[in-house]
Each structure stands twice: as C-alpha cells, then as structure tokens.
C-alpha cells in the first residue's frame, strides 16, 4: 500500500463525533475525511485512498457491517484497515462480523483512539 501514512476516513452519523475526532486527528496531522453515511463507499475510499478507516455500525444507508464487508470483498480496497466503532455491548462480534482489523468501543477516549489508529496500521503491514 502506498497510501498517505496519515489519512483517514471517518464514517460516522454522529456529527459530534465526527467534529471532536476530526479536530483531534487533525491536530496530530491527520487528513481527515468524514461522511455521515456509506452510500458509494467503495467510490468514496477508492478516491481518497485512506491508509485507515473508522467504520460505525449504525451508519446510514446499509449499516457498518454491510459497508464493511464490500470494502473487504474489493480486490483494490481489502487490505485498508478498518476499525468498527460503536457503542453496542457485543461490539467485538460486530467487527468479527464485518471483517474488520479492529474494534473501539463508544465511549472511547482520546488516548484510546489513538492507540487504536496506531495498531491497525501497525498490524496490517
């Protein structure tokens, strides 16, 4: 993967949590792309090339899992790590589920956040 080491897409429909991770993602040097739904998603990931994407389970239209999956299933797209984040009890099955690296659970802290970015893009080397 020659992708930008730091760009990220964040699919969330929660613009609080867009709006907070994007501004401390940014801080850090990220380049952050954020969308409140997965419709297009293989279009929208295969133009912005992120080296790493936050996938929410609720996420308009198809749902986390279902978005997931395609991202999996796309020759060009499969080895972009995806970290599932919710706030659901049983999110680790979610992102087993999904085909995901990763997981973080909502509520999550900055720290947290970052720990997590750090290992997918460490592990999927």
Known sequence: MNYPEKRIIIFDDDEDILAICS???????????????????????SSIKPSVILMDNWIPD????VATQLLKKNEELK???????SANNDIHLLA???GAETFLAKPFDIDELEQVIHTALHSSV
């Open 23 to 45: 501004y401390v993602l940014e801080e850090r040097g990220w380049e952050v792309h954020t969308f409140t739904d997965c419709n297009d998603v293989i279009e929208r990931v």
């Open 62 to 65: 198809a749902g986390g899992i």
């Open 79 to 85: 080895n972009t790590p995806v970290i599932y984040f």
């Open 96 to 98: 087993d589920n999904a």
